[in-house]
């Protein structure tokens, strides 16, 4: 069996990159290092089943020989970055997946495609059911990210009801863990960072808005079971424990017992007020829900 990760070299790709090598395939990872780094598979490039390839998917993607899996992970994927890179944002969200799924059909492989609850926008519902249509402001800054990947979803099940192929859609909600830049400019890593060095910490707004956060290990063992599954709707995978922001810069200064004060700032525009993942479908369809605590989490993090 010989998997395509593409995005293999960032955050959540390079975790799933290590799951599929333990499990015995062949790996091949694909990342044009904007914001993946080879620092997340080093310890990978020398295992006889693991191949890096730097390139860009939004340009057409060649791969010899045969494929099982195609695995579309390449994204900038928090605000900051895709702030940063709203072009190349919109372009592997729409030609990245145009491509990853060519491939896919050309190879008869699987395929499935990194969504995230971005597409949900700032939502009007709470917690967000896969059923929910959204609430985007598709000319908002945001709005890069948003829309590529509700574009993607789009093509993706085009793909399936107009060619068959085997396709499935992971809405990724709020995921954490080790390997995060540093200054990928997400809340987490902010907040830990600001508090390891006594420096302030940054609330934007009030920090009342909500997020969910879902631990790097859950998130994997939750894709892989939607890898292997008959599902081909979208599948909301998150940690439904929801937490205010201004609550989790509060734990993250007790565990890491740090001096930090609390500051607020500006809220970013059309930055969404609540966020929470329905998980039923999960539960139900491919029989997975998270194990780890937001606390343990965190612990697990810091202790890396
Ligand atoms: N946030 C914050 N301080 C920071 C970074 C982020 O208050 O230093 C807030 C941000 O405004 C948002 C939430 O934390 O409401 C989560 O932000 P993140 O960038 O991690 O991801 P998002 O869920 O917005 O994609």
Avoid at 255 to 265: D, G
Wanted: with cysteine; aromatic share 8%.
């Amino acid at each position: 069996m010989r998997y395509l990760v593409t995005g293999g070299a960032g955050f959540i790709g390079s975790h799933l990159c290590d799951k599929l090598i333990g499990e015995g395939f062949k790996v091949i990872c694909m990342d044009n290092l904007i914001t993946g780094s080879l620092d997340n598979i080093r310890h990978l490039v020398k295992n006889k089943n693991f191949i890096f390839i730097k390139h860009n998917v939004s340009n057409k993607i060649n791969i010899k020989g045969k494929l099982d899996y195609v695995l579309h992970f390449a994204s900038p994927a928090s605000p900051v970055d895709y702030l940063k890179y709203p072009i190349q944002t919109l372009k592997v969200g729409s030609l990245g997946t145009y491509n990853a799924l060519g491939l896919a059909k050309a190879k008869k492989a699987k395929f499935l495609l990194a969504s995230t609850s971005e597409i949900y926008g700032d939502p009007l519902v709470n917690p967000q059911r896969e059923e929910y249509y959204g609430n985007v402001n598709s000319i908002g800054p945001r709005g890069v990210y948003d829309e590529a990947k509700r574009f993607a979803e789009a093509i993706t099940m085009a793909y399936h009801r107009v060619h068959g192929v085997d396709t499935k859609i992971v809405r990724i909600f709020n995921s954490y863990g080790p390997r995060m830049r540093q200054d990928d400019g997400r809340v987490i890593p902010n907040f830990i960072l600001q508090a390891m060095k006594n420096k302030p910490i940054t609330i934007y707004g009030k920090g009342l808005q909500t997020r969910s956060f879902c631990y790097i290990n859950d998130l994997i063992d939750g894709i892989y079971k939607l890898m292997f599954s008959n599902v081909n709707g979208p599948i909301n995978l998150g940690n439904p424990e929801e937490t205010q922001i201004l609550e989790l810069a509060k734990k993250i200064v007790a565990l890491t017992r740090s001096k930090s004060k609390i500051v607020f700032k500006p809220l970013p525009e059309d930055d969404p007020k609540v966020r929470c993942p329905d998980i039923t479908k999960a539960k139900r369809l491919i029989k997975w829900h998270p194990k780890i605590s937001l606390e343990t989490g965190l612990s697990l993090l810091l202790s890396s």
